[in-house]
């Protein structure tokens, strides 16, 4: 099990949630399951250690699917992801969903690594389908991470 | 290790002739079992490889077949600590592979194995297909399949990946 520090996890609030994204989707480019998800859209949670913010998770809830949006860590803490998506697991079953899903681009190898890790397992492929999206939203970046192009997601899901 | 340039030491890549120790190693790699292409699983005896050596031993071996009509370099092993092997080995299959008239190119790889998917997005591969369940559904009829791969992922589907040539 994790070793990192105990994270308290709490609520974003919205108006800073939306303060916090606006930094890192400046032209509300995430696309999430095909479709454009703005900071304002969004529930989200954040680690905290003695007042500081070390990193967020957010979502959007759908019906009883539990839609996750981005897992970011601000700091180099170990196990800040594990705690935001454990403590994400658990709002989603208080709420009585029955899912959790995640959306990554072709290029983040870490983060498939990382969800299926946690037991989160593939469920889909969408070629292609930021090309297409690049379309409508040139900004969107045709390179990531370690200068891989960014042209497909790959769905991974995990029953609550 | 002996003092490198960058690109690494020229290796000698010939075609792997000798059938039992190509099929030992394929043996170790797919677990007694094989790798799933187009709906069949394709076992040890039935691909060609080519090896990598270096002062005649050998340190890398990638394999191959041609299914469907499809160039599949079906494994690609380093099996020694020598750096360079896997992109020597990888840059010899494309050139085959183009020598033989195929338009493109693909691998199999099982979705544990985010090394894998790294290391072929970063030379140009792209995702064409994800299988979801097919290691699963192998394992039933080759129980020797591992039920978990890199890092304790649990191993399940595979991607294949292409590249134009």
């Known amino acids: ?160 | 290790m002996s003092a490198l340039s960058e690109e690494g030491p020229s290796f000698d890549i010939r075609p792997m002739t000798d059938r039992p120790a190509l099929e030992a190693v394929l043996r170790q790699r797919w677990s007694d079992g094989g790798v799933f292409v187009r709906g069949r699983m394709i076992r040890p005896q039935e691909v060609e490889a080519f090896g990598a050596y270096l002062d005649d031993r050998l340190q890398g071996v990638a394999s191959w077949r041609v299914e469907d009509g499809v160039f599949y370099m079906l494994t690609l092993n380093n099996l020694t600590d020598q750096r360079g092997v896997a992109t020597a080995l990888l840059d010899h299959m494309l050139a085959v592979a183009r020598a033989q008239g195929f338009a493109s190119m693909r691998v199999v790889i099982s979705n544990d194995n985010w090394p894998a998917l790294r290391f072929y997005q970063k030379r140009g591969f792209a995702l064409a297909e994800l299988h979801v369940g097919v290691v699963d559904v192998m394992r039933r009829e080759m129980p020797s399949i591992p039920e978990r791969g890199v890092e304790g992922i649990p191993m399940r589907d595979e991607f294949e990946l292409e590249i134009a040539l």
Do not use: C
Request: charged share 25%; proline share 4%; glycine share 8%.
């Open chain 1, 1 to 160: 099990m994790s070793e990192g520090p105990a994270f308290e996890i709490l609520p974003m609030r919205q108006d800073r949630l939306v303060e916090l994204l606006q930094l890192r989707w400046p032209e509300r480019s995430m696309l999430i399951a095909g479709r454009f998800v703005g900071p304002e859209d969004v529930e989200g949670i954040g680690a905290f250690t003695s007042d500081r913010l070390h990193g967020i998770a957010t979502w959007l809830a759908n019906g009883r699917v539990l839609h996750i949006v981005a897992v970011n860590s601000f700091t180099e803490l170990r196990g800040i992801g594990i705690a935001l998506v454990d403590a994400m697991m658990a709002e989603g079953r208080s709420r009585g969903m029955t899912l959790m899903r995640a959306s990554i681009s072709n290029d983040n190898v870490m983060a498939l690594r990382f969800y299926q890790k946690r037991g989160f397992r593939l469920t889909a492929l969408h070629r292609g389908i930021y090309d297409a999206m690049r379309q409508l939203r040139p900004s969107i970046p045709a390179t990531g991470v370690d200068n891989i192009p960014i042209r497909d997601e790959l769905e991974l899901e995990h029953e609550l």
